[in-house]
RNA sequence: GGCGGCGUAGCCAAGUGGCUAAGGCGACGGUCUGCAAAACCGUUAUUCGGCGGUUCGAAUCCGCCCGCCGCCUCCA
C-alpha cells in the first residue's frame, strides 16, 4: 500500500510515485525573515517537517529544501523605518527563525539556501527566460510575460481573461499583459542591489524559488509545498518561470496546507490580531503546539484560541503520562520464542497493537492523515493503560509494554510529541532527596497526620511536581 | 463579480455510498484513594446546517436555500 497525496494542480488524491524510485524531492517556501514568525506560519512548518519525516521513516531519502527569503520589500520596509541596514534586518530574523524552529522541535532540512546567496543563478535563469522571449525588459525592470505560457492559470484553476477582468485597476499601462510580474527590478535608492545585465537591480519574489529548487532538486522535483494564499500568484508564477526555462513539469505534486484563522479571522499584521510562536511558547510546551496542528488535517482550516490549547495541552499530558509509564517498565527486547508462549490475554493486546498500527500508517500514507492517526495513537495509549491498570508491569506484561513503548518511540521519530526526560528519573541526588521526602511524607501518613502530607504535596506542586500516591507507592513528576 | 473551501455531540475533530458515525477535551456515574492525582470501567450524536431528489441503501452523490471563511493584491 503507497502514499497517497492530493494534488492540488489535479485536485485529486493520486498515487505519490517519486520521478527516482526511493528518493523524494521536496521544496517548501519558507519565510521572509523580516519578523518573529506567527502561529499561523508555524503550521506548514510542523506539518511538512513532519510529513518529510515520516517519508523517511517509510524509507524514502528525503532531500528537503526550505528557502530564506531575505531580499524582500517588507524587510527593506522595516529596515527603513528602524533605520537600518536590510541584511541586518534579515540577518537577525534568519538568527529568531531558526532558534524558534529548534524550539518548536522542527528538524532543519537538508538545505536552507538563503535568496541574496543566489542572485547568480536568478539571473542566469532571467536571462534564459529572456533569450526565449518569454521576458522583457522595460525601464531598468524585467518583466516575465504570462502571455508566452499556455498553462498560466492551471494550478489556480484561473483563466487569463478572468484574471484579466477582475486585475487591479492602477496596473502599469506599459505592461503587456496586467498580469505580468517582475523577475528583475532595478534599484531604488537605499535598496540592497545587486549588477546585472539589465544594470543594478534586485529579484524579484518568485524567481528566487524557481531558481534555488531547480538548483538543489533538479528542473523536475516530487512535492513542492507551502500555505494555500501562495497558490495564485506565486506558485503559479514559479510554474510559468520554471516551464519556461526548461523544466519539462517542475513539481509533480503540490501540497497545500489550509489556515489557520483567530476568532474567525486570518491572522495578518493589517488586522493586528498577530501571536508570534515566541510568544506562545512562554506559556505552552512545544510538543502541544505540535499536537495541535497534527490533530487537524493538514488541510483544513482551524480555529486558533487558548481555550483549544488548553484542551490540547490535556490531551498531550494523558500522552506523555502514559509514556513516563512505559519508561518505568523493564525493556524486553521482542523475542519470537517467547512471542509464542504467551498466553492468550497477551497475544489478544498484540493482536490489537497490530491493529492500530496498520491503521495509524494506513491514514498517514492517505495524504497525510495526521489526524486519523493521532486517534490511532491515542488507542495504543489506552491499550498500554489497560495494561498497566492490570498489576505489576512484569513477565508478558512487560513484554507487551516493551512492544507498545517502541511502537510510540517508532512514531516519535517523525511526530517528535514525546519526553524522554519527564519520567520520574532514578538517579541523581535531586532524585535521591525527592524519593527520602516522599517516604517521611508517606510516614506522616501512616501516622494520618493528613495536613501536614496534604501541605508537602500542595508545596511541591506549586513548585511544579507533582505527587501521585498510588496503591503501589508514590510517585512525582515534573509538570509542563 | 469570478474561483474554491467549510458547516458532524457542550467544545475540538476524523469519517465522503453499506460493519456499532474514530479519537481528544469536558460532564455525569462507578472502581481505586485518608483526601487528591493518575488510570480503568460505563454513560454522553437513532443522527451529520435546512429542504427536496438519486439509490435497495447517503453524513457521504445531485439541486436549491441558510450560515461562515479563504483566494482573485504583499501574505504560511
Request: glycine fraction near 6%; hydrophobic fraction near 35%; charge should be negative.
Given at each position: 500500500?503507497?502514499?497517497?497525496?492530493?494534488?492540488?494542480?489535479t485536485?485529486k488524491?493520486e498515487?505519490?510515485?517519486?520521478?527516482?524510485?526511493?528518493?523524494?524531492?521536496?521544496?517548501?517556501?519558507?519565510?521572509?525573515?523580516?519578523?518573529?514568525?506567527?502561529?499561523g506560519?508555524?503550521?506548514?512548518?510542523?506539518?511538512?517537517?513532519?510529513?518529510?519525516r515520516?517519508?523517511?521513516?517509510r524509507g524514502?531519502?528525503?532531500?528537503?529544501v526550505?528557502?530564506?527569503?531575505?531580499?524582500?520589500?517588507?524587510?527593506?520596509?522595516?529596515?527603513?523605518?528602524?533605520?537600518?541596514?536590510?541584511?541586518?534586518?534579515?540577518?537577525?530574523?534568519?538568527?529568531?527563525?531558526?532558534?524558534?524552529?529548534?524550539?518548536?522541535?522542527?528538524?532543519?532540512?537538508?538545505?536552507?539556501?538563503?535568496?541574496?546567496?543566489?542572485?547568480?543563478?536568478?539571473?542566469?535563469?532571467i536571462?534564459?527566460?529572456?533569450?526565449?522571449?518569454?521576458?522583457?525588459?522595460?525601464?531598468?525592470d524585467?518583466?516575465?510575460n504570462?502571455?508566452?505560457?499556455?498553462?498560466?492559470?492551471?494550478?489556480?484553476?484561473?483563466?487569463?481573461?478572468?484574471?484579466?477582468?477582475?486585475?487591479?485597476v492602477?496596473?502599469?499601462?506599459?505592461?503587456?499583459?496586467?498580469?505580468?510580474?517582475?523577475?528583475?527590478?532595478a534599484?531604488?535608492?537605499?535598496?540592497?542591489?545587486?549588477?546585472?545585465?539589465?544594470?543594478?537591480?534586485?529579484?524579484?519574489?518568485h524567481?528566487e524559488?524557481?531558481?534555488?529548487?531547480?538548483?538543489?532538486?533538479?528542473p523536475?522535483?516530487?512535492?513542492h509545498?507551502?500555505?494555500?494564499?501562495l497558490?495564485?500568484?506565486?506558485?503559479?508564477?514559479?510554474?510559468a518561470?520554471?516551464?519556461?526555462?526548461?523544466?519539462?513539469?517542475?513539481?509533480?505534486?503540490?501540497m497545500?496546507?489550509?489556515?489557520?484563522?483567530?476568532?474567525?479571522?486570518?491572522m495578518?499584521?493589517?488586522?493586528?490580531?498577530?501571536?508570534?510562536?515566541?510568544?506562545?511558547?512562554?506559556?505552552?510546551?512545544?510538543e502541544?503546539?505540535?499536537?495541535?496542528?497534527?490533530?487537524?488535517?493538514?488541510?483544513?482550516?482551524?480555529?486558533?484560541?487558548?481555550?483549544?490549547?488548553?484542551e490540547?495541552?490535556?490531551?498531550?499530558r494523558?500522552l506523555?503520562?502514559?509514556?513516563?509509564?512505559?519508561?518505568?517498565?523493564?525493556?524486553?527486547?521482542?523475542?519470537?520464542?517467547?512471542a509464542?508462549k504467551?498466553?492468550?490475554?497477551?497475544?489478544?493486546?498484540?493482536?490489537?497493537l497490530?491493529?492500530?498500527r496498520?491503521?495509524f500508517?494506513?491514514?498517514?500514507?492517505?495524504?497525510f492523515?495526521?489526524?486519523?492517526?493521532?486517534?490511532?495513537?491515542?488507542?495504543?495509549?489506552?491499550?498500554?493503560?489497560?495494561?498497566l491498570?492490570?498489576g505489576?508491569?512484569?513477565?508478558?506484561r512487560?513484554?507487551?509494554?516493551?512492544?507498545?513503548?517502541k511502537?510510540?518511540?517508532?512514531?516519535?521519530?517523525?511526530?517528535?510529541?514525546?519526553?524522554?526526560?519527564?519520567?520520574?528519573?532514578?538517579?541523581?541526588?535531586?532524585e535521591?532527596?525527592?524519593?527520602?521526602?516522599?517516604?517521611?511524607r508517606?510516614?506522616?501518613?501512616?501516622?494520618?497526620?493528613?495536613?501536614?502530607?496534604?501541605?508537602?504535596?500542595?508545596?511541591?506542586?506549586?513548585?511544579g511536581?507533582?505527587?501521585?500516591?498510588?496503591?503501589?507507592?508514590?510517585?512525582?513528576?515534573?509538570?509542563?
Open positions: 500500500m503507497g502514499i497517497r497525496i492530493y494534488n492540488t494542480l485536485k488524491k498515487d505519490f510515485i517519486p520521478i527516482e524510485p526511493g528518493k523524494v524531492k521536496f521544496y517548501l517556501c519558507g519565510p521572509t525573515v523580516y519578523d518573529y514568525f506567527h502561529i506560519n508555524a503550521r506548514p512548518f510542523i506539518v511538512f517537517d513532519v510529513f518529510r515520516y517519508l523517511e521513516y524514502f531519502d528525503v532531500t528537503f526550505v528557502n530564506i527569503t531575505d531580499v524582500d520589500d517588507k524587510i527593506i520596509n522595516r529596515a527603513h523605518r528602524e533605520n537600518r541596514s536590510p541584511a541586518d534586518v534579515a540577518e537577525e530574523f534568519t538568527r529568531a527563525y531558526f532558534e524558534d524552529l529548534e524550539k518548536l522541535r522542527i528538524r532543519r532540512a537538508t538545505v536552507h539556501p538563503k535568496a541574496t546567496e543566489h542572485i547568480a543563478e536568478m539571473i542566469a535563469l536571462r534564459k527566460l529572456e533569450e526565449r522571449g518569454i521576458a522583457y525588459r522595460l525601464n531598468g524585467v518583466y516575465y504570462v502571455e508566452k505560457f499556455p498553462d498560466y492559470g492551471r494550478l489556480s484553476g484561473k483563466k487569463l481573461e478572468e484574471l484579466q477582468a477582475g486585475a487591479r492602477e496596473v502599469d499601462e506599459r505592461k503587456r499583459n496586467p498580469l505580468d510580474f517582475a523577475l528583475w527590478k534599484a531604488k535608492p537605499g535598496e540592497p542591489a545587486w549588477d546585472s545585465p539589465w544594470g543594478k537591480g534586485r529579484p524579484g519574489w524567481i524559488c524557481s531558481a534555488m529548487s531547480m538548483k538543489y532538486l533538479g523536475d522535483f516530487d512535492i509545498a507551502g500555505g494555500e494564499d497558490i495564485f500568484p506565486h506558485h503559479e508564477n514559479e510554474i518561470q520554471s516551464c519556461g526555462a526548461g523544466s519539462a513539469q517542475f513539481a509533480r505534486y503540490w497545500h496546507n489550509g489556515f489557520l484563522n483567530i476568532r474567525g479571522e486570518k495578518s499584521k493589517s488586522l493586528g490580531n498577530v501571536l508570534t510562536v515566541r510568544e506562545i511558547l512562554k506559556q505552552i510546551s512545544p502541544v503546539i505540535r499536537l495541535f496542528f497534527l490533530q487537524k488535517h493538514y488541510r483544513s482550516p482551524i480555529n486558533y484560541s487558548e481555550d483549544i490549547l488548553e490540547t495541552e490535556r490531551a498531550w494523558r506523555q503520562n502514559t509514556y513516563g509509564e512505559l519508561l518505568q517498565v523493564e525493556n524486553i527486547p521482542e523475542d519470537e520464542f517467547l509464542g504467551l498466553p492468550d490475554r497477551a497475544r489478544a493486546a498484540l493482536q490489537e497490530a491493529h492500530h496498520s491503521a500508517e494506513e491514514a498517514m500514507d492517505d495524504d492523515n495526521s489526524a486519523r492517526a493521532i486517534g490511532h495513537l491515542f488507542e495504543i495509549v489506552k491499550l498500554a493503560n489497560r495494561i491498570a492490570e505489576k508491569p512484569e513477565g508478558e512487560a513484554y507487551v509494554l516493551s512492544r507498545i513503548r511502537t510510540l518511540e517508532g512514531y516519535d521519530s517523525f511526530l517528535s510529541l514525546l519526553r524522554k526526560e519527564e519520567s520520574p528519573a532514578t538517579s541523581g541526588d535531586f535521591k532527596v525527592m524519593e527520602l521526602l516522599l517516604e517521611v508517606n510516614s506522616l501518613r501512616k501516622k494520618k497526620l493528613f495536613d501536614l502530607a496534604d501541605e508537602i504535596r500542595s508545596k511541591l506542586h506549586e513548585m511536581y507533582q505527587i501521585e500516591d498510588r496503591p503501589d507507592g508514590s510517585v512525582w513528576k515534573k509538570m509542563s
